[in-house]
């Protein structure tokens, strides 16, 4: 390589870097916003997912899994939050892949600072006993690894049919209780 083209390389090099350098440098807090705005406008999405279908796994086994047909992911806004305005479904899987729980609704919000779920409008959770709570509201806590609501549930199980207002559950409805109990159908079962 000839000396020329080596300090003509050299020049194109240190040229690049002080045009970064003053480009970079340049820029002020209030442009960076201009260029930050104009580029994602506010209120709107950062991430927008279709016909989403999401493993979680913990040191190599499945713990659940998310479908929805729509994710709008908000990270501008002061509480960051993940929104499925089609619904949602989360599937809890045990450690030999079998479904011990989930949730579905037709519309629903993860709040990633607070860790929490909200599932809303025709909401259906169902234990790995076929148990069922139907509602129109339900928060699901991750860090207590609980859910409730204040709204109306209905619980269906094959011997009776329990409802009431408010309710309070270990994300597998092992352990539950209803706030307000309303009402038990008891149903005979013929063997």
């Not at 959770?125 to 860090?143: N, R």
């Amino acid at each position: 390589m000839s000396s020329d083209s080596t300090i003509k390389s050299t020049i194109g090099c240190i040229t690049a870097i002080l045009l970064f350098t003053l480009l970079t440098f340049s820029c002020k807090n209030k442009n960076v916003e201009q260029i930050k705005a104009f580029s994602h406008p506010p209120g709107s999405p950062e991430v927008v997912a279709d016909n989403l279908d999401l493993l979680y796994s913990d040191s190599t086994v499945i713990r659940f899994r998310l479908k929805s047909p729509k994710l709008l992911v908000f990270q501008d806004e002061e509480e960051p939050y993940k929104e499925f305005p089609n619904g949602f479904e989360i599937q809890q899987y045990n450690r030999n892949k079998v479904i011990t729980s989930s949730i579905k609704a037709s519309y629903g919000k993860y709040y990633e600072k607070k860790n929490l779920w909200e599932a809303k409008q025709n909401v259906v959770a169902v234990t790995e006993k076929g148990d069922s709570l139907k509602t129109e509201l339900l928060y699901w806590d991750e860090k207590k690894n609980t859910i409730h609501t204040d709204q109306f549930v209905k619980i269906i199980q094959k011997e009776q049919i329990i409802t009431g207002i408010g309710f309070e559950s270990d994300l597998q409805m092992k352990k539950w209780k209803i706030i307000q109990p309303k009402g038990t159908v008891v149903i005979e079962v013929d063997e």
